[in-house]
């Protein structure tokens, strides 16, 4: 299963990533998790969000630089070794992780947002070998982040 994610191009300069921050508090739009890579220039914000269509329409209507993006939330448990027995089923199909970072979860359990080079692949390997996704709903939803 896809998801959007929301990405948006801020200059490295104070108060930027604050008024990207104030846009979506203004229209109700819940941040269920990010990532945040920076150059001199500029930063490159990646978030989930409760509704991505609308923020991205907002931070558009604002002057902000603003695209979705389909990637992966996959379920792993929280012990040692998981993420790399999922990287590894994913390397060994050929498939390279362009970047990842965690999805706010409850419980014991964690779900990885993954950009893959070829995603319908990853979903199809993943789905082989048991692996849980989270939907769309489940991952923009503000009150239940706990994913299937």
Known sequence: MLI???SVFIENK????????QVLKDHNINIASFSLA???????????VS????????LKEEGFSARLTDVIAVKIPQMPGTLHEVLKVLSD???SIEYMYTLATAGRDTSIIMK???LDKALMVLKKH?????TAKEAYEINNLNCK
């Not at 920076?38 to 989930?48: E, N, P, Q, V, W």
């Open 4 to 6: 959007k994610q929301l």
């Open 14 to 21: 104070q108060g930027r990533l604050e008024d990207v921050t």
């Open 38 to 48: 920076d150059t001199s220039a500029y930063g490159m914000l990646r978030m989930i």
């Open 51 to 58: 509704d991505p269509e609308e923020g991205k329409r907002i």
């Open 93 to 95: 199909s050929e498939i």
């Open 116 to 118: 893959a080079s070829d």
């Open 130 to 134: 048991k692996y849980g996704l989270c």
